[in-house]
């Protein structure tokens, strides 16, 4: 392919600056799992501020996420984001690489436990069987 790349490691907080300014052709971002679709999709909306790294723009993604976030109607709402999630990732707004997946091993006997994006468990909720 021809493609000569150098990587650059910065602390956290630095790495995030730079995303935030636009200071990088190709970055790694990240976001921890929401129950709601909204939270990952509005990352694209051009306005949305600077956590929308990659600057991307479409004006049909912005429209889809308005409707949707003005919609009470779930299965309206839904099919508005799964329109919006096509466009953002038809025109390449972001590249998912990867999803992070957690395993966790609980007794059988332990009631209380339920599995969620986050992997946020409080033990006021656990108790044996």
């Known amino acids: 392919m021809g493609v000569q790349t150098s990587l650059h490691h910065a602390e956290l907080n630095v790495h995030f600056a730079d995303l935030r300014q636009g200071s990088f052709q190709v970055a790694h971002a990240g976001w921890f799992g929401e129950n709601n679709p909204e939270h990952y ?3 694209l ?3 949305i501020g600077d956590v929308n790294y990659g600057r991307y ?4 993604y912005d429209r889809l996420m308005h409707q949707a976030k ?3 109607d779930l299965e309206t ?3 508005l984001l799964k329109g919006a999630e096509i466009e953002g990732l038809r025109d390449f707004g972001v590249i998912p ?3 992070v997946m957690i395993r966790s091993l609980v007794h059988p006997q332990i009631l ?3 599995t969620n994006p986050r992997n946020v468990h409080g033990a006021r ?5």
């Open 41 to 43: 999709l509005e990352l």
């Open 45 to 47: 909306m051009s306005d």
């Open 57 to 60: 723009v479409s004006p049909k």
């Open 70 to 72: 003005r919609t009470a």
């Open 77 to 79: 709402r839904i099919t």
């Open 97 to 99: 690489l990867y999803s």
């Open 112 to 114: 209380g436990w339920h």
């Open 125 to 129: 909720y656990l108790y044996w069987k």
